[in-house]
């Protein structure tokens, strides 16, 4: 067997220090060939975000996701992903009642799924979990901005920190989650002006998604970075093919070639 070169291997120390160095991109994942993909893409950190609820499960929206669904896919992922660092995303639920429940939730994804770190949705509101979390070993991700598990307090995926009150009160809870020890913060759909006000305050690595081109690094869901999903992306995606329509021709031409008889042909036949 092939010895593992465990200094390939990413770390959050590493992420956070191409802070100023790179831009870091990051993208999610749900299955192990997903990851693999992406790991050998070069990608050096893979979310397995919680996002997986519609993009994957058929779900409206992140709520219903349960720890058990996401377990078996950060498990899946940090199979696949090689050198780059799993995180995974904690579900609605699993950390909101307490910082206990949160602490022995988190520990579950390091212990069972085998992830290197966790992400959790929130500010200030947060510190508390995220210092405990720290203490005890588990690297956390922050996730400020738009945070989807709040959508029925939201109304709606709307972009956040748009008057002045909003972006000082967003900057008060970036600062509080890296001041609690998180190694990075996603910033989700922010202006862009706040976005990179944000990354220059900071000194841990924010990684935006529809935050701009200022933030230091970028995620974005993999369904929509390879079009795999139905009907129109938010504005900050970008498409970088359209394997939807590839996968679609695919299958159509497999059941004309069964439904004339062209398929199998005799090398397909022993
Ligand atoms: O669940 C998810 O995929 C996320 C990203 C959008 C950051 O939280």
């Not at 349960?66 to 992903?81: C, D, F, K, P, Y």
């Not at 609690?180 to 220059?200: I, Y």
Request: hydrophobic share 45%; proline share 5%.
């Amino acid at each position: 067997m092939r010895e593992r070169d465990e200094s390939m291997k990413w770390t959050t120390a590493k992420i956070k220090a191409l802070k100023g160095e790179r831009k870091i991109a990051m993208t999610t994942a749900h299955d192990a060939p997903t990851a693999a993909m992406a790991a050998a893409a070069g990608i050096p950190a893979i979310l397995v975000g919680d996002s997986l609820g519609m993009t994957v499960l058929g779900y409206e929206t992140t709520l219903p996701v349960t720890m058990e669904e996401m377990l078996h896919h950060a498990a899946a992922v940090a199979r696949g992903a090689g050198d780059a660092l799993t995180i995974a995303d904690m579900p609605f639920m699993s950390y909101q009642p307490s910082v206990e429940t949160g602490l022995r939730n988190a520990g579950r994804f390091v212990k069972e799924a085998g992830a290197d770190a966790v992400k959790i949705e929130g500010g200030a509101l947060r510190a508390e979990l995220i210092e405990a979390l720290t203490r005890n070993g588990i690297p956390v991700l922050g996730h400020v901005g738009l945070t989807p598990q709040s959508v029925k307090e939201t109304g709606g995926y709307k972009v956040q920190g748009r008057t002045s009150e909003q972006a000082r009160k967003l900057m008060d809870d970036a600062m509080a989650v890296e001041q609690a020890g998180a190694f990075a913060l996603v910033l989700e759909c922010v202006p862009a002006g706040l976005g990179a006000k944000v990354t220059q305050a900071l000194s841990i690595p924010v990684i935006g998604i529809g935050a701009g081109a200022g933030c230091d690094g970028q995620v974005l869901v993999i369904s929509d970075l390879l079009g795999l999903t139905v009907g129109p992306a938010p504005k900050f995606v970008k498409r970088y093919a359209t394997l939807r329509e590839t996968a679609e021709r695919a299958l159509s031409a497999y059941r004309e070639d069964v439904e004339s008889g062209a398929f199998p042909a005799p090398e397909q036949e022993y």
